[in-house]
Nanobody, 124 residues
Framework: QVQLVESGGGSVQPGGSLRLYCAAS????????MSWFRQAPGKEREWVAY????????YYARSVQGRFTISKDDANNSVALEMSSLQPEDTAMYYC?????????????????WGQGTQVTVSA
């Protein structure tokens, strides 16, 4: 079992930046696929980015490519999402997800473990 706790959300103005943090406990996530998803009110949960290990290239949704950076810290058993040039459409609850399976997926149903989420609000 892996427990995930997100933090770092908040309210920012358009163009601003935030760094989200996901702390894992209960098991090492070194070999886990780690993803960030987001869900805005009234919308389906959307995949944002994933990384399979600290030494492999991450993948991003087209909507965040070039603005968001996902990183994995094996020493601290955590994953982060650096977000810049934030826009109102980035407003959502952001979730960290993990799965021990080899490989990664953009499908939320793939992931076994989820955090409780952290709210990001972008408004003027």
């Amino acid at each position: 079992q892996v427990q995930l706790v997100e933090s770092g959300g908040g309210s920012v103005q358009p163009g601003g930046s935030l760094r989200l943090y996901c702390a894992a406990s209960g098991h090492s996530i070194k070999s886990h696929c780690m993803s960030w998803f987001r869900q805005a009110p009234g919308k389906e949960r959307e995949w944002v980015a994933y990384i399979s290990s600290a030494y492999t290239a991450p993948y991003y949704a087209r909507s965040v490519q070039g603005r968001f950076t996902i990183s994995k810290d094996d020493a601290n058993n955590s994953v982060a999402l650096e977000m810049s040039s934030l826009q109102p459409e980035d407003t959502a609850m952001y979730y960290c997800a993990a799965d021990p399976s080899e490989g990664c997926s953009r499908q939320s149903s793939y992931y076994s473990f989820w955090g409780q989420g952290t709210q990001v609000t972008v408004s003027a």
